[in-house]
């Protein structure tokens, strides 16, 4: 099962989205009409508001009204935060109930207004935001929603901005211009890769990197989209486990293969054996074969690790599992700390690139002949370690 995660502003055509997703044959669960549903007459959370907020938030008929309910927490911050703590556990709750109903290879999209203002985005395999540009937002909820130009800025100045959104965000989707275009992005999502991600999810599959080399300039959206995926990791393994963006997409503004390595620390190869099931449910496949790090200082010597990879094909990724502490951890930590403070090092990579893609057409040659290098790089880093007394992250 695919569980993806669905926001966007308020005004920006997240429900268009939602509607296009279950055409398609997506299972949506709407956090918006759970909240309705948790406060029906009748139930425990209408029973608990109006213990907390009085009998004026109710209507003649005993429902809850909702613009006096409104009234009473917009703009209070310890009111709003109260309701938060009625109505979101059950939403949650029923949230689970669903999820659980839905069939093994089913695409559960959750449609959550405030899900990144909540924090829930690494509890989903992929996050969906839909984006409209700002007036585009005040003229559909004038127009449409019958909102006044002060109600409307006040309800988009209360929730988060769109650079957060962007973070959060594994696919934005634009949603300026007509309703055709934004079906048509849709479709091709839908298509391209949330098909795809579940049926590699399901059959624990990785997505396949190709043979072929290609080096393009430094991806500003390198080290976020890391921090998505490691973010996943943490909350799926929890937030004690230590996993680190590693290898060249580390550095900012060295040129790299559009590949995101990650390293998880354990402290045996036995614990990363008995994680790796796990991390497949994450979206985090294991490879398969023997891999090892070739010990960098110690001829000879090479050092066991586990290679997992990505069932999203929006991404390309290598999830290096290492003993924490041994050679193959300390380098790949060393080496990246040592490139992003010495511009020199760095560029020296960069170039050393350059020369070694022109003559190697395929990942394994170039891989190959930049092991010079990197014994090379191995004896400054280290040198540079005991100039500056670096040392690696504490366990």
């Known amino acids: ?27 949506i669960i709407d956090a918006d009409v759970l909240s309705r549903e948790v406060v029906e007459p009748g139930t425990a959370g209408l029973a608990e508001i109006v213990e907390a907020f009085g009998t004026g938030v109710l209507t003649p008929d005993g429902e ?23 109505i979101h556990p059950r939403v949650r709750a029923r949230t689970v109930e669903l999820t659980h109903s839905a069939a ?93 991600f579940e049926r590699n999810l399901r059959s624990g599959c ?37 996993v680190h963006h590693i290898g060249s997409t580390a550095v900012p503004g060295l040129p790299s293969k559009d590949i995101i390595d990650l390293m998880l620390g354990v402290r045996t190869l036995a614990e990363a054996d008995a994680l790796a099931g796990r991390l497949g449910e994450l979206g985090f496949p294991s490879r398969p074969g023997e891999w090892a790090d070739n010990a960098h200082g110690t001829p000879g010597r090479t050092w066991p690790k586990r290679l997992h990879g990505c069932a999203d094909p929006g991404y390309r990724v290598n999830l290096h599992v290492r003993v924490a502490g041994s050679p193959g951890w300390r380098f790949a930590l060393l080496m990246r700390d040592h490139l992003c403070a010495v511009p020199e090092a760095r560029d020296a990579y960069a170039a050393a690139k350059t020369r070694l893609a022109l003559s190697h057409e395929d990942r394994a040659g170039y891989a190959e002949a930049k092991e010079p290098w990197f014994e090379a790089e191995a004896r400054a880093a280290d040198d540079w370690a005991v100039s500056t007394g670096w040392q690696p992250p504490a366990l």
Not at 1 to 27: F, H, Q
Not at 108 to 133: K, Q, R
Not at 172 to 190: F, K, P
């Open 104 to 196: 093994p290879d089913a695409i559960v999209v959750n449609d959550v207004p405030l899900l990144v203002e909540a924090g829930l985005a690494a509890s989903y395999h992929l996050v969906i935001v839909v984006m409209a540009d700002r007036e585009v937002r005040l003229e559909r909820l004038t127009r449409l929603r019958g909102m006044s130009a002060a109600e409307a800025v006040a309800r988009i100045d209360a929730q988060t901005d769109d650079e957060r959104r962007r973070a959060a965000a594994d696919v934005v989707l634009e949603n300026g211009d007509d309703l055709e275009r934004l079906h048509a992005r849709v479709d091709e999502l839908w298509r391209d890769r949330l098909t795809v």
């Open 1 to 27: 099962m695919l569980r993806v995660g669905l926001t966007g502003g308020i005004g920006a055509g997240k429900s268009a989205v939602a509607r296009r997703l279950a055409e398609r044959g997506a299972v």
């Open 64 to 86: 809850l009204d909702r613009p006096a309910l409104g009234a009473k927490v917009f703009g209070d911050e310890v009111a709003r935060r109260r309701l938060e703590k009625i």
């Open 206 to 242: 990785s997505v396949a990197k190709g043979p072929a080399l290609r080096i393009v300039p430094f991806d500003p959206e390198w080290p976020r989209a890391a921090a998505r995926l490691i973010a996943r990791i943490r909350h799926g393994l929890g937030d004690r486990v230590h």
